[in-house]
Nanobody
Framework: QVQLVESGGGLVQAGGSLRLSCAAS????????MGWYRQPPGKERELVAHISSGGSTDYADSVKGRFTISRDNAKNTVHLQMNSLEPEDTAVYYC???????????????WGKGTLITVSS
């Protein structure tokens, strides 16, 4: 089993910055991909950004140029630096990790419990 624990959410004014962190623990052989998703009020969950173990990144168009994803493979952590926050960024943010627990085992999706970010105008 693998656990993902997020930290760093909260309330911020528009234009401000926040940094989210997520740490994976448990039986981990490798983590091919880590990322962040969000679910705005009344809407479906959507991809924010993800990063491969090699450092390749992908971002939602709405956050490009404002958010930066990074990871520390040695510590099994992923971070999301969020700048120039807008009220539209208000959502519950979820950490995601695709984890292999053994060399030949299949990869499994894991999710954190989510952390609320509220951006006030």
């Amino acid at each position: 089993q693998v656990q993902l624990v997020e930290s760093g959410g909260g309330l911020v004014q528009a234009g401000g910055s926040l940094r989210l962190s997520c740490a994976a623990s448990g039986i981990i052989f490798s983590i091919p991909s880590m990322g962040w998703y969000r679910q705005p009020p009344g809407k479906e969950r959507e991809l924010v950004a993800h990063i491969s173990s090699g450092g390749s990144t992908d971002y939602a168009d709405s956050v490009k140029g404002r958010f930066t994803i990074s990871r520390d493979n040695a510590k099994n952590t992923v971070h999301l630096q969020m700048n120039s926050l807008e009220p539209e960024d208000t959502a519950v943010y979820y950490c995601n990790a695709v984890v292999r627990s053994t060399l030949i085992g299949r990869a499994t999706d894991y999710w954190g419990k989510g952390t609320l970010i509220t951006v006030s105008s």
